[in-house]
């Protein structure tokens, strides 16, 4: 069965450096997410990208943060400078095209980031 | 701006009972539900999707319900077993991205 799958599992950096966390969605699906869970707290969103191109982001997506899908399977959240509070677990998720009267289609995610700035 | 909420926030119960979770949201605007279970330290596995056109989904001993002009949806997990324990998370779908609760922590004793 096709899955999402991510890379590190496991990231730990230093405050002020620069990281680059890596998905590769499902192949034949055309929306994809980035969201990150505070260790206790909700799960939330953070970015949604669809024809090579921002669709969507939440305010926690400030500047300090980019997406970019550099070839047709790789889909990368790239934090400039990490602080200590974007220490959490970063999921990606994909879904297929829209689907019209039927609504939007479940959303696959993958294994997660955890990503430690210390 | 949609809140999702879900109760209990923890649930201990014995192997084989049926058991229900409960998840509400603000805004009845929504696309789909989705039901996600999490294991500790673990992604989001995917267990059922709720159009919102539909009143139900069922997988297994998984039965989820979604009454959109009451903001509730409820998972209805049949004849528990301790394999079962772990985070389920109910999130919406509001424009395309997901909007989740806070999860209950479901732990089922042999």
């Known amino acids: 069965e096709p899955e999402v799958t991510q890379t590190p599992s496991h990231q730990v950096t230093q405050m002020g450096q620069e990281v680059i966390l890596r998905c590769v969605p499902i192949s034949n699906h055309l929306y994809f997410y980035w969201y990150r869970q505070i260790l206790g707290q909700k799960v939330e969103f953070l970015v949604s990208f669809y024809n090579n191109e921002i669709s969507e982001k939440s305010e926690i997506f400030d500047d300090q943060f980019s997406v970019e899908r550099p070839d047709g399977s790789n889909f990368t959240l790239k934090i400039r400078s990490t602080k200590l509070e974007d220490s959490a677990m970063y999921f990606c998720a994909s879904r297929t095209k829209r689907g019209g009267l039927a609504g939007d289609y479940e959303q696959y995610f993958g294994p997660g980031t955890r990503l430690t700035v210390t | 701006k949609q809140e999702v909420t879900q109760i209990p926030a923890a649930l201990s119960v014995p192997e084989g009972e049926n058991l229900v979770l409960n998840c509400s949201f603000t805004d009845s605007a929504i696309y789909n539900l989705q039901w996600f279970r999490q294991d500790p330290g673990k992604g989001l596995t995917s267990l059922l999707l709720?159009?919102?056109?539909?009143r139900e989904q069922t997988s297994g001993r998984l039965n989820a319900s979604l009454d959109k002009s009451s903001g509730r949806s409820t998972l209805y997990i049949a004849a528990s077993q301790p394999g079962d324990s772990a985070t389920y998370l109910c999130?919406?779908?509001?424009?395309?991205?997901?909007?989740f609760g806070q999860g209950t922590e479901l732990s089922v004793k042999p």
């Open positions: 999130a919406v779908s509001s424009r395309g991205k997901l909007i």
């Open positions: 709720i159009q919102s056109s539909q």
